[in-house]
């Protein structure tokens, strides 16, 4: 019995730690949810209040008419989905023939896409800056995909790779006996059974890329081609900032991500895990 009580008392110390962290880790999407039900004057009142005095929508509605918050949102989903299909293009092919064949410069090969996740975009943001001028795609979406896509591939590439390795290659030889191509062995066999590792590799890619501020800031000036970041730093005055309306922006274009995430949680924690442990 004493061992029992134990058990279950490590069992609420461990709840109560991650309900505490939960709550640490949420504090900021509320607080950020409450301001969009505030008055202006009661966002910076001191002391500062948790519940807001008089809740209104009202920013909610004005939104609409006073921002292009659809328009925003439109580029973030048509930015993200280009990167996604291109990192996958790239990633997919890279991480199979790394899983499946041993070629003379593999491991340096592995190595180098792993270093290259190492340098942050801002390091690089000039050298970009001068190569994509030189490529005429300057102030169009490939300027902003194209590098969002180069930084996502390391991670993506690793996490694959990792996961094909867990599929055992006598179902594909199987399927090569039985006279299968090697595009419809990797199409309609391993990609089908790499589900959960697809789903992370499109999620990580997809908030990546939905996050980008740095490359729409550097790389696009028509205000038409803005994403949800850049739309809300667009926001920012010169001597007068509402930030109402900027945190009501924020919250709709955080939405998005909630829904996917809780569609695909399943998939995502299952792919990020898959691969981790080698049998």
Known sequence: MAGQERSQLRKVRLYGVLIALLGIMMFPFYAMFSSTLKQESEIFSSPATLFPADPSFQSYLAVWGQTDVLLWVGNSFLISLGTVALTLLLAIPAAYSCARNDFVGKRSFLLAVLVVQMFAPVVLIVGLFDVITQFGIYNTYLAVIIPA???????????????????????????????????????????????????????????????????????????????????????????????????????IGILPLLVLFAFLEEYIVAGMTAGAVKE
Do not use: C, H
């Open 149 to 251: 896509a180069a930084f996502t591939l390391p991670f993506n590439v690793w996490m694959l790779y990792g996961y094909f390795q867990t599929i055992p290659e006598s179902l594909e030889e199987s399927a090569r006996i039985d006279g299968a191509s090697q595009r419809q062995i990797l199409t309609k066999i391993v990609l089908p059974l790499t589900k959960p590792a697809l789903v992370a590799s499109i999620t990580y890619t997809f908030l990546y890329a939905w996050n980008r501020l740095l490359f729409v800031l550097t790389f696009l000036t028509d205000a038409g081609k803005y994403n949800i970041p850049r739309g809300v730093f667009s926001m920012v005055g010169a001597l007068q900032t509402d930030w109402r309306m900027m945190l009501t922006v924020s919250v």
